[in-house]
């Protein structure tokens, strides 16, 4: 074993004062500092506290080791405390195994200034606890000599074998400045994967050719961004091994910080690889950017979850991807996005959520600006809550160079109401024809300025809350409404090229068109089909068509209704309304009207109300069904006119007369049925049925039960797990 002798064992008690001179003013050579502490202050400027004697402080190679004998409070300050800056080239922490993390304090004015910076090496203390915090009022400084690509910053890292659990803690530290650069190392390389976190100051800039969070196998590496301004410049790549998970966030309970993300020089864009890793691993991956409740200021060229190898194909990679990133607040501005490039599991996420703010993709050199699902089976989902998307070039579509077996989600869901979202297209599309995206739900918010949809496939409105169009769209699909309120602000928003229209028991609002009418027919034939709101006007002109009910129900237009093409409607006696019907303020009459049969057969002296409303005009055609699919036969009288109903005068179909007065129901319960009867004199009757929860009670949304018509009676089992369930009889 090689023997430590003691640098001071050989020098005089009386000569110690004149050998430190001469060590800090006469040393041209680099010496490897280790802190001993010795003295009672803790001050770095004292040559005391540090082996061999002296204080390592000027451009000759010096490293400063702190090493594992535990230190708890250095002060930047001279031998006799007054505050001091110090460089050196080579700044260590050596792991600790204390539960205490260990203090530099930089008093206001000064600088610590290091050309490279390791904390918590392995290689003397293998998977050990390293805890350092830097505090006060100055500035820790990260300066190499030139701008190297290799590692200058290593965080729970070490060159050879395992690192350790490392935390770096700036929270307490005003600024942190990194500059020009290698490597920015969080976590350790080798095969044992040990974490490692860095919190940043108040403060900080750092500037490098790429940020690498997340190693093999179980690293979990995080920066945990400042409560001040943060500049993250250069590539910042996660999972870079085959496994490890990286995190960048904000610190809990902080509201103030700010990031910003550039390119390294600080001035362009930067890329984020949420996924670098294109191993066919079966390691579990996770990633994180959550900048949700802060200000952010993002310049990006190339935003990508998950990998892809050389060949540009997926890299079947088995292990659970989850990569996920929040926006909500500033401006984001990027070339283009790859979401879900790679992985051979099901489970996977990639989701990129837009909650508020502004993002804005050109497309540059991108056959897409928004590509979803690239590759494998990987799904991967583009949420839209709040704030604006801009598309400014290309569009939003599915990878399908390789497959396309993804799932590829689009979601405008607006749910700020301080800054509600914003899907504007700028003219280019969300999907095509041979790869259209596989799930989108346009929920609420606002979308404009689409120039086509999936290829030409029908645009649906689909969820309970409010989507408004804005802007000049151009899709070629049909509009469909099925649940909500769709909102059309203006003629522009409405495109020219849509054939139809069809609502589900929802509202358009065409109030900010022209007029506040929906024009069926101006530039070509167009369909209207179903049942719902529409508030305004209605004006169907001659060549179109408005198709009543789905196929029965009613459909109210709060203003005028104008009809002089086609007018469509089926009957249903054994449904409620039984047949479809236009409810408005007033209806003029015209074009032609066919009625069909779509349901059993039809009694004498049925009756159906077709139209509700002040009525004026009479129809060039009126078209009732002398038969239907049954083979019935019928012969009609037409009080359109005086009523807006229609009434079988005589039918071919012989069934029950049932007794027209109103009866009661019975119900006998019986284990876990109950027996509904009502008398058989009322035979023919219609049993009706809907099930609803406590808190709503007995709403319109009422249901035929198929075959009452032919009994008096219906058996039904119980289910407790329901709220409630009514029961009513109709007179058909």
Known sequence: MKKHIDPQARIPRA??????????????????????????????????????????????????????????????????????????????????????????????????????????????????????????EGELRITPSNQRSDEVVRIGRSSSGPGNIATLDLSGLNSFYVT????????????????????????????????????????????????????????????????????????????????????????????????QSNSESTNDVTNLIDLRGHHADLNVRLFRQSALNTLGIHTGRKGVIDNRFYFDRGIFNMDSALLGWAGDNTNNVNLFSIGGGAVNVTAVNQFTSVAIGLSGIAPATLHIGGGSLTVLNGGIGKYTLVDTANVATLILNSTNSADPAVLDMNGNYIGTDTAPLDIVEFLAGTLKNLSQFNGGSNLVKSGPGVLTLSGTNAYTGGTVVESGTLVVDSDDALSDNTPSFALMGSVLDVSGLSGGTLVLGALMPQTLQGSGTILGSLD????????????????????????????????????????????????????????????????????????SGPSTGTFASVSLPATDHNGANYTWTDKLAIDGTIQVLTSSVTGPNPDPTPTNITATVTGNSVTLAWPESHTGWLLQVQTNSLSIGISPDWHTIPGSENSNELIHNIDRSQGSVFFRLVYP
């Open 15 to 136: 000569f110690l004062a004149t050998a430190a001179l001469l060590i800090l003013t006469t040393r041209a050579f680099a010496v490897d500092f280790q802190w001993t502490g010795s003295a009672a202050n803790g001050y770095w400027g004292d040559a005391n506290n540090w082996s061999p004697l002296g204080v390592p402080n000027d451009g000759v190679n010096d490293t400063a080791t702190l090493p594992r004998i535990g230190f708890t409070n250095i002060v930047l300050a001279d031998a006799n405390g007054m505050p001091a800056s110090y460089v050196v080239t080579n700044l260590v922490i050596n792991s600790t195994n204390e539960a205490v993390a260990n203090v530099v304090t930089i008093p206001a004015g000064q600088s610590l200034q290091t050309t490279f910076f390791l904390l918590g090496p392995g290689d003397l203390e293998e998977l050990a606890t390293t805890h350092f915090r830097v505090s006060g």
């Open 540 to 611: 169907v002109r001659n060549g179109s068509t408005l198709s009543l009910g789905n196929p029965t129900g009613t459909l109210t237009v709060t203003n005028a209704v104008t009809l002089a093409g086609t007018t469509m409607v089926s009957l249903d006696r054994s449904a409620t309304p039984n047949s479809g019907r236009l409810q408005a303020a007033n209806i003029t009459f015209g074009g032609e009207i066919i009625v069909t049969n779509a349901g059993a057969g039809l009694l004498a002296g049925q009756s159906f109300q077709l139209f």
């Open 180 to 275: 020009n650069s290698g490597r920015f190392v969080i976590g350790d390389k080798s095969g044992d994967g040990m974490p490692g976190t860095i919190i940043l100051a108040t403060n900080s800039t750092i500037s490098t050719t790429e940020f690498d969070l997340g190693f093999d196998p179980a690293g979990m590496e995080t920066i945990l961004l400042g409560v001040g301004t943060n500049r993250l410049q250069g590539t910042i790549r996660m999972a870079v091994g085959t496994a490890g998970m990286g995190t960048i966030k904000f610190q809990d309970g902080d509201t103030n910080g700010v990031a910003i993300f550039r390119n390294r020089a600080g001035t362009g864009k930067m890329d984020i690889q949420m996924q």
